[in-house]
């Protein structure tokens, strides 16, 4: 298990897509943490959401696709 960075909660918010993670830009020190066990992360800005209690995963919608 990782976990969020004791200052950054929000880090633990993220939605994978594939083998990439989106994980808010405002938790450098989750990122960090992650990267360690992650190919690829992007660290998406947040911070207009954050001020209306959203987050990453707020914003998201997984759906799924058969493969052809």
Not at 41 to 60: H, L, M, N, T, Y
Request: charged share 25%; hydrophobic share 45%; proline share 6%.
């Amino acid at each position: 298990m990782i976990e969020a960075h004791p200052d950054e909660p929000q880090g633990a918010n993220l939605v994978g897509v594939g083998d990439t993670l989106l994980m808010d830009a405002s938790a450098p020190r989750t990122i960090f943490a992650m990267a360690e066990h992650v190919d690829s992360i992007i660290p998406v800005d947040v911070g207009e959401f954050a001020k209306a209690e959203g987050a990453v995963r707020c914003k998201s919608v997984i759906f799924e696709t058969s493969e052809r």
